[in-house]
Structure formats: C-alpha cells, structure tokens
C-alpha cells in the first residue's frame, strides 16, 4: 500500500518536471520584454537622454520572430543605442541580425563584442556553468569582421578596446569599451585614463561584467557601465533568483541596476539563449531603455 503514494508523486514530479521544461523551451525564451529604468545621473536640469541596451541576441537565421522584435523597437525613439555582444549562433547569422538591427543603424550607436561574434557556441553540460571555473571551447568560426564592417559602415563607434566621443540626444557623450574579457580580449589599459572634461557624460561598455575592467572604468570617472554576457541567469530559481553570471559578478547582480562603486552598473539579461540549452525559466528574454535624468 506504501508504494501507491510515492509512485503517485514521482508521477507528479515527472509531470510538473515536464510541464516547467515545456514552458521555458516553448513559451517563455520568446516572451520578448522591453525593461525600462530611470538612472539619476545628469547634471541639474538637464533634458532627459535615452539609451536602447541591446545584448546577447545569439541569433539564429530562422529566429523572425526576434528579429521583428528587435527591429520594432525603433519604435521606442532612443537618443543611442548600444548593442553589448554575443549577436550570431550560426555561421549564417549575420542576415538575420541585421533585419534585427536595420532600423536602429540609422541612430547613433556603439557597440563591443562578446565570444559568441567570434567563435560559435558548442554543447556542454549545463551544470558546467556552476563550477567556480571552466575552460571556454570554442565552436564555429563566426563571420565577426563582416558584421563589424556593417555597423562601422552605419556609423556606430566599435569600442571593442577603444575610447571615442560622440554626439547623441543633442550631448557630447564619451564612451570607451573592451572586447569581451570571457575569452581574455579585453585590453583597458589601452582606453584606460581619466574622464574627458569635453563630454557631458561618460559610458563604460564590456560584454561581461568582469571587475578586472568595471572596477578602471568605474575609477576612471564613468558614472554608467554596460554589460551582458549573464543571460540574467537564464533559469533562475523563483524567490532566489540566478543560479550563477558564469563570471565574477555576484548573482544578485546577474541582471538589472545596480551601484557599482560610483557607477551605476546595468546588466542585461539579453535577448536570446545558448542554442544548443534553448530555454529560459523565470528570466525573460528582455532589451532595456535606460532614461538618464537629473540627478
């Protein structure tokens, strides 16, 4: 008689197993949400200036539905975007991206890579991203020089290991970047120095969110940091949040805004999914509108 109530339960289990899989594989990694967030960092009666936080779209070529997404978000009428790596999955990319991305190259924008613009994305063991360190192995080269001469072409800063200014929103804004430190591509020496008094505002840029470069830019004077790269946890545990950033970003970081010694820190939870673990749970797919407000 013992038996009945625990195969009942492992009947249960096996159920809500399968339900919880269906919905992350099925539904939520495409519940596309557009965040927004208000960051009180401008001078005294300045006009508000808006930022467009695009990151890891990890695009596949058959993926229209994101694209048609992304491209609509021109609709939102942003003063820059910026687009924080990991765009492709696929060798054949690079088209579906720029659908994403066509209506928004006529913006100002900037934009650093992540691993997965490089080199494409190969299947492990998703309990791997727990351990404390992991070498990276790398899949596919992937097409990065053409789409970099697309947006370069368009007009946008590559500040992959670079510093520029520009014009946005009617501001003089300076922003300096790395590329990606997860595969050891960063070189912030390089950019690294004190903030420009010629700028009306100052943007770190990195796909991940690694203190060995928010910690410079931060001491340098940048008052905003951009990263991806966390996938916001991708499967998060509800009431707990992110199991890990898969870097050295704490997990309460692992998405949203956040204080980052002077700076405000924003980490995106990105757009897409590793496609060989297409799943997302308790963490949606999202792009950000960053409103910069008077402090």
Sequence with gaps: MRKRPLIALAATLTATGAATFAYASLIERNLFTLRRFNVPILEPDAEPLRILHLSDLHMMPGQHRKQAWVAALSGTDPDLVVVTGDNMASPDAVPGVLRALD??????????????????PVWKNPLRYLLPSDEYVQGAEL??????????DAGWADLNNARTLLKAGGRTLELAGVDDPHIDRDDYP??????????????????????????PMAADGFTLLLAGHTHGGQVCVPGYGALTTNCDLPHSMAKGLHRWSDAHLHVSAGLGTHPTAP?????????????????
């Design 103 to 120: 209506p928004l190259l006529t913006l100002p924008g900037a934009f650093v890579f992540g691993s997965n613009d490089y080199r494409g």
């Design 143 to 152: 097409p990065a020089e053409a789409l970099r001469q697309h947006f370069t």
């Design 190 to 215: 390089a950019v690294a120095g004190p903030i420009s008094p010629d700028a009306d505002l100052h943007i770190g840029v990195t796909h991940t969110p690694a203190s060995r470069v928010l910690d």
């Design 279 to 295: 799943i997302r749970f308790a963490c949606r797919p999202e792009a950000t509108i960053l409103t910069l407000i008077p402090r």
